[in-house]
């Protein structure tokens, strides 16, 4: 085990704790649902202001967070409208297409998931797909309409330095899937090159993502040659197999959202390194054109108010053939959407397709909803709007099943130390729960347990003051492979936390992520998991100005992420922010404690 830094180190001073300063609004990443698409957008639908009285209809949205805050503002120009001659208001809640998908299988759940929707607009036509299949083994009745038109259209494609896609040929040589594969094994040196290493890409987790579920949707019928009726035969034959695991292998992490990649390479792009942090990443189309802008969040009030990167994105287009992201809009049947709600809903809808609202998603790089491209899908701005020459078939419901089950077995190892709070403060109750802070995050984190596999290694520390000695942190479970016995083990040991003590933050940061590139896996992705609910209480431990630059980033075969999670309304989100995206990582915000269990799921979504 690592032992203890000695206290009284004196560090030069690193620029990169002035960059991770700098950056920090970027970065901070609040978390409202289990998964996104995106970063929601900071405007919640709660916080939306009504034009009806209390004799008005309000009909509610749930959208994926990249076109909630767009949708918002349409629905403001539009609410207060008369339909059927009562006044109507539309109201955007932000729902992650993976959560929502979720909630709507198992029952919505106000409590857990929100406001309950009258309408669900996921980035994608696959999420309703999913639904279907999960409610068919049960006695439960559909709950979306037949059919659910597009409100706009953006294929997936694989963005890439523009630097890096014009060495492979950019813009005039078809590229795809079986490059990326081929760069996989080959490195940048073959291409002239060696100065940018290994080839590395970020793929979002498929069973949040709608980028990430189209990714391995796309590197299936790569591996097939197929543009269409996939089947559960070719899912499962070896050599697609091979090839999508191929591709998996270079993954840098995961995660729940694509802004965890295009918000670290903004960083790193502001340090005049944006070459060194991926070398691709699955997104949307739309999404290549906000990070050329500076705006990797996509949230138009955001817009204009970042510097543009030195080194923009090209967005690559299969050559084997892309899906898009739909963004479909179904009504649902459950009971309480009444006829009156379904009027509203269906004019709002024809409000959407009408030309004028059509061209506000233009302005953010939406193509129409006929998949039509506008003026700002350009050459100019990373895209070609003549692509992409093919579109690929969704697959049936049980074949998309099958491919987001065969992820699970093809993805990339991890390597993961869960680093768990236990000071006294963990002991404070949670209203209307019943139980303390430390209770909820005990269960929170035996529930993500599943999440891992058999070809993953995961370990425990607890932390707060002098756990082991003069060490603030003490090793519960070292670093083994997700069998049975680990599991129970893991399950017993994060049972038996109990509250005591004060923080000892920053030296368990830095011995935590030393102690797993001591044991690093060159094969996994390899993390740490970080929970606190405070702020650094040990006043002989490393300062925060000398920590960061020992948390370097770490761009080849040696990086470790340390994800962190501000938990409870004292935990210090803007410090752990700054920890996190020091090893080109992520903070996420548990604030209110009642959250965890979803945050938790979020965090593991990396792996």
Not at 103 to 115: H, K, V, Y
Not at 246 to 264: A, K, M, P, Q
């Amino acid at each position: 085990m690592y032992q203890t830094p000695h206290r009284r180190r004196n560090y030069a001073p690193f620029i990169i704790a002035i960059i991770l300063a700098g950056a920090l609004i970027v970065g901070l990443r609040i978390f409202f649902s289990a998964g996104a698409d995106t970063d929601p957008a900071k405007l919640q639908g709660s916080e939306q202001v009504k034009a009806c009285d209390g004799n008005g209809i309000t009909l509610t949205v749930a959208a994926s967070s990249e076109k909630a805050e767009l949708l918002r503002s349409i629905a403001s120009g539009y609410n207060g409208k008369k339909v059927g001659g009562r006044c109507a208001d539309v109201i955007i809640e932000t729902k992650a297409s993976g959560g929502a998908m979720q909630a709507l299988a198992r029952g919505w759940d106000e409590r857990q998931d929100g406001p309950q929707p009258d309408v669900w607009s996921p980035a994608s036509n696959g999420w309703i797909t999913l639904l279907q299949q999960r409610i068919s083994g049960t006695d439960k009745a559909s709950v979306v309409a037949a059919d659910n038109p597009s409100i706009a259209k953006t294929p997936l494609v694989i963005a890439m330095p523009m630097p890096m896609a014009k060495a492979l040929g950019w813009p005039g040589k078809k590229l795809g899937w079986s490059d990326l594969l081929q760069l996989s094994t080959d490195s940048w040196a073959k291409h002239g090159h060696p100065e940018w290493g290994d080839f590395r890409l970020g793929k979002t987790n498929p069973n949040f993502s709608t980028s990430g579920l189209n990714a391995t949707v796309g590197a299936y019928f790569a591996a097939t040659g197929l543009s269409g009726d996939l089947s559960e035969k070719n899912v499962a034959d070896s050599k697609a197999r091979n090839f999508v695991q191929g591709v998996e292998r270079s993954i840098v992490h995961y995660g729940d959202t694509t802004l965890t990649f295009l918000s670290n390479l903004q960083r790193a792009d502001d340090a005049g390194a944006g070459l060194s942090y991926i070398s691709a990443v699955a997104v949307e189309e739309k999404s290549v054109w906000d990070y050329n802008q500076g705006n990797p969040t996509g949230d138009p009030k955001t817009l204009g108010k970042h510097d543009k990167p030195k080194v923009p994105l090209a967005a690559i287009y299969p050559k084997e053939g892309t899906l898009y992201s739909d963004n479909p809009y179904a009504v649902l049947t459950e009971p309480w959407v009444d006829e009156a709600k379904r009027q509203v809903a269906a004019d709002f809808l024809a409000h959407l397709q009408a030309p004028e609202q059509q061209e506000r998603f233009a302005e953010f790089a939406f193509r129409s909803y006929e998949g039509k491209a506008g003026k700002l899908i350009t050459q100019e701005n990373g895209l070609l709007p003549g692509e992409p020459k093919t579109t690929l078939s969704p697959p049936a419901p049980n074949v998309l099943d099958k491919v987001l089950s065969s992820w699970a077995d093809l993805r990339k190892p991890a390597n993961v130390l869960m680093v768990i709070d236990v000071s006294g403060s963990m002991g404070a109750p949670v209203p209307d729960t019943g139980k303390n802070k430390l209770e909820l995050a005990k269960q929170a984190a035996i529930n993500a347990l599943p999440q891992f596999g058999p070809h993953d290694k995961v370990g425990l520390w607890m932390f707060s003051t002098a756990r082991d000695g003069d060490k603030d942190y003490l090793e519960l479970s070292p670093l083994s492979t997700v069998n049975g016995a680990q599991r129970k083990n893991l399950r017993t040991r994060l049972e038996g936390l109990t509250p005591d003590g004060g923080t000892g933050l920053y030296d368990t940061a830095l011995a935590a992520y030393k102690h797993v590139r001591e044991l690093h896996n060159d094969d996994a992705i390899n993390a740490v998991v970080f929970l606190t609910d405070g702020k650094n209480e040990d006043i002989d431990s490393i300062s925060l100005e000398n920590l960061l630059p020992d948390l370097r980033t770490e761009t080849g075969q040696d990086s470790v992420r340390l994800f962190t999670i501000a938990y409870g309304a004292d935990a210090d989100l803007g410090v752990l922010t700054q920890i996190s995206e020091a090893t080109s990582a992520a903070a996420y915000d548990s604030r209110k404690p009642g959250s965890i269990d979803q945050v938790f799921t979020a965090v593991i979504s990396n792996f």
